[in-house]
């Protein structure tokens, strides 16, 4: 027979107790480490958007960009969140030249309470985060529609003022030091206001003032504001090129005007501007914006080709044929000259977007709509719902799912605005998904 110790019963209680304690101040420390963990997460969440805010607001510079980043940091951390204290937010600046890009990083410490980690002699956990983000320096051409339709009875009294103002509100985005913003209005023809250079950064109150003085007259030659758009781009050196080159196209209408060397039915050749409006047949303007007549011609067939021999009248696509279409060359008819409008206007944008090689990197085209006469067909030459005005913005930025999508070039948005008033709106939608290429 054996007998046990009494003393043993007390060991094991006092075994337990102690286990017991010691599990307890684990599960609490795991608690509080939790919570520090939350804690961190939320300030991670935190310094990430407050340095996304900072990077978009480094176009007013970097104590503008600082107060966005504490603006932002605070709403999405506000201070006692969780119990716990937070540092103001330090915000950094660095600008690649390199790269071309700046790098903004924000980073803060939060000292959150322990409650339960205090009987293990810990009173607090201090956690840290930093947010950073890339942005871009870029090449972009703003290219602005001001043709009469802008004007009453067409549109609402105001329209072109208020255009002004969103211009204005998209330009004022940009960091005036290191992107390169240029400006072209245009009608049956187009003029360069702004031109950017070699040299890096643009004058915000030269393109202002330049955009409060477009005057509103003429009708919508596409092609040769994009060719210059183009061409501006072009005169940037690849190696001093931004990563981004950027055309933004307004337009409250679909092409209808085509420029080019025309042979008239004396035998003689007259460079001018031509539109499918029935008011302006055998009328011949001067490729500039301000609705210069030059004469009343007769004229028999259009030019293949724009008066510098680059941009084709006939669109590759196979599509949008002349009529008759077995021709040897193009009959002047009102319908053709419009038909020649929209192919010299894609055939352009195409180039852009295919660009590589020697001129530097693709072009992305952004494009913005106005007005219900994108909606409808200003002029009867049998279009389908393919050539309403809508479609052909959506071709020139190459939207995904536009039925000339061409996926080997990059794709840009349209941001339709139904009226005047919803215009900041769509020049907000370009601007930030600009924001997100330029990460």
């Known amino acids: 027979m054996r007998c046990r110790p009494r003393g043993d019963n007390g060991q094991v209680v006092v075994g337990f107790a102690a286990a017991a304690v010691f599990l307890l101040a ?23 958007a407050a340095a996304l805010a900072a990077g978009r607001a480094i176009a007013q510079g970097e104590g503008a960009a600082s107060a966005e980043a504490a603006k932002f940091f605070a709403v999405n951390y506000p201070n006692g969140l969780l119990g716990a204290a937070v540092a103001p937010p330090s915000t950094s600046f660095n600008y690649d030249h ?93 003029e360069e206001d702004a031109s950017i250079t070699a040299s890096r950064g643009f004058n915000k109150g030269k393109v202002s003032d330049a955009i409060d003085a477009i005057t509103v007259g003429g009708y919508t030659n596409v092609e040769e504001a994009l060719r210059l758009a183009k061409r501006q781009l072009d005169t940037v050196p690849p190696g001093q090129q931004s990563r981004l080159r950027i055309i933004v196209l307004f337009s409250d209408g679909a092409p209808n005007g085509v420029a080019g060397d025309f042979v008239t039915d004396a035998g003689t050749t007259v460079r001018g501007s031509v539109s499918s409006e029935s008011t302006d047949i055998g009328q011949l303007f001067a490729i500039d914006r301000r609705n210069h007549l030059i004469g009343t011609y007769g004229m028999t067939y259009l030019p293949g080709w724009d008066y510098t021999g680059s941009v084709s009248a ?22 053709n000259i419009n038909r020649a409008a929209r192919n010299m206007a894609e055939n352009i944008a195409n180039a852009a977007r295919a660009e590589s090689g020697a001129l530097g990197t693709p072009i992305v085209i952004y494009t913005i709509g106005l007005g219900t006469r994108l909606t409808t067909h200003e002029v009867d030459c049998g279009y389908g719902s393919s050539e309403l ?42 601007y930030r998904d600009i924001l997100r290429l330029s990460k």
């Not at 684990?26 to 961190?40: E, P, R, S, T």
């Not at 196979?318 to 008819?333: H, L």
């Open 26 to 48: 684990m599960i609490g420390l795991a608690i509080d480490l939790g919570m520090a963990y939350l804690v961190k997460t939320k300030l991670s969440a935190a310094v990430d």
């Open 98 to 190: 390199n790269a071309k890009s700046w790098e903004v990083t924000v980073s803060t410490t939060a000292t959150a309470p322990a409650y339960f980690a205090k009987v293990l002699g810990r009173n607090s956990f201090t956690v840290g985060a930093t947010g950073t983000t890339t942005i871009a320096s870029l090449d972009l051409i703003l290219v602005l529609d001001s043709t009469s339709s802008l004007n009453p009875p067409t549109s609402p009294p105001g329209t072109a003022a208020l255009l002004k103002s969103a211009a204005k509100y998209f330009i004022n985005k940009f960091d005036e030091r290191n992107d390169r913003i240029g400006l072209i209005h245009f009608a049956m023809g187009a």
């Open 314 to 335: 006939y669109n590759p696509d196979g599509t949008r044929n002349f009529v008759p279409s077995d021709a040897s060359q193009i009959p002047y008819t009102l319908c």
């Open 389 to 430: 005005g809508v479609n052909i913005m959506k071709r020139f930025a190459n939207v995904k799912g536009v039925d000339t999508y061409k996926p080997d070039q990059p794709a840009g948005i349209f941001a339709y605005a139904a009226k005047a008033t919803e215009l900041d709106a769509a020049f907000d939608s370009i």
